[in-house]
């Protein structure tokens, strides 16, 4: 029969392998939330949807529709959003206002992000939802043929 401080030795390991499976199965986003607590700014992408997530605005494309929120995205503690915008249903092959009032709401985990965009079509006088999308951070937008909005290359002019 093994002494006491021999169980120690058996059970420490096991106990915290228990605690790393039990941290790696749970609800929450399977990997650490950004430090600031913010969505990342960059290009996120994927077939027919992409998002852009700037310092002072978050654009994004569901197909040939696009929407835009101000400010920075703040995330809860479990990776979620949920933030008021504009959307524009009629933007392909030219835009058709109005830009009608949106809500914007997701999750982060990891890498990627996936966005459900509930407008309220003032025109229709209907509810349209877009998505859910799921975008990756760092892909491209493969957009078909409906183009996305680009940031501005700022460049250097030299004399």
Do not use: E
Not at 41 to 50: F, I, Y
Not at 53 to 61: I, L, Q, S
């Amino acid at each position: 029969m093994p002494k006491p401080h021999q169980l120690n030795d058996i059970v420490r390991p096991v106990i915290a392998a228990a605690t790393i499976a039990l941290l790696a199965c749970s609800t929450s986003s399977s990997a650490p939330l950004p430090l600031d607590g913010l969505l990342p700014l960059g290009t996120w992408g994927a077939d027919d949807a992409g998002m852009i997530v700037g310092d002072t605005a978050m654009h994004v494309h569901v197909g040939c529709t696009f929407g835009d929120v101000s400010g920075r995205i703040a995330l809860d503690a479990n990776g979620r959003f949920d933030v008021a915008g504009s959307y524009m249903l009629r933007a392909y092959p030219i835009a058709v206002g109005p830009s009608m009032p949106a809500r914007f709401a997701g999750q982060l985990n990891a890498s990627i992000a996936t966005v459900t965009i509930t407008v309220d079509d003032t025109v229709q006088h209907t509810t349209v939802v877009k998505g859910p999308v799921r975008v990756q951070f760092g892909s491209q937008p493969r957009m078909g043929p409906c183009p996305i909005c680009r940031r501005p290359v700022h460049t250097k002019h030299r004399i």
